[in-house]
């Protein structure tokens, strides 16, 4: 069974930068199949999508609010997955979450996904 662990949340200030790791977990992974991604959730919102990445090809997807600011990679060696944020913002502020799930389609959907970190807080102030 997959298991995911964040860790790299943490209070900045506007504009600044914050490094989110995810440990994957788990001899089931299937680095041919499985997709990552990041999701976030403000207090008193809805989970919404941040980034994802294509195990096998590396092919990645964002948010449009995040595009040029936030950027997903991978490590094949350690099997984690980094989602590098730059030019923080106060809208940025939430708990994020790690998800891996297998055959996705709808990169950003999170019912597509079926395994989930426990969350790591970001606070950005201004």
């Known amino acids: 069974q997959v298991q995911l662990v964040e860790s790299g949340g943490g209070l900045v200030q506007v504009g600044g930068s914050l490094r989110l790791n995810c440990e994957v977990f788990?001899?089931?992974?299937?680095?041919?199949?499985?997709?990552v991604g990041w999701f976030r959730q403000a207090l008193g919102k809805e989970r919404e999508f941040v980034a994802a990445?294509?195990?096998?090809?590396?092919?990645?997807t964002y948010l449009d609010s995040v595009k040029g600011r936030f950027t997903i990679s991978r490590d094949n060696a350690k099997l984690t997955v980094d989602l590098q944020m730059k030019s923080l913002k106060p809208e940025d502020t939430a708990v994020y979450f790690c998800?891996?799930?297998?055959?996705?389609?709808?990169?950003?959907?999170?019912?597509?996904?079926?395994?989930w970190g426990q969350g790591t807080q970001v606070t950005v102030s201004s």
């Open positions: 998800a891996t799930g297998r055959n996705i389609i709808s990169t950003m959907a999170a019912s597509e996904y079926d395994v």
């Open positions: 788990g001899r089931t992974f299937n680095r041919y199949r499985n997709t």
């Open positions: 990445i294509k195990w096998d090809s590396g092919a990645t």
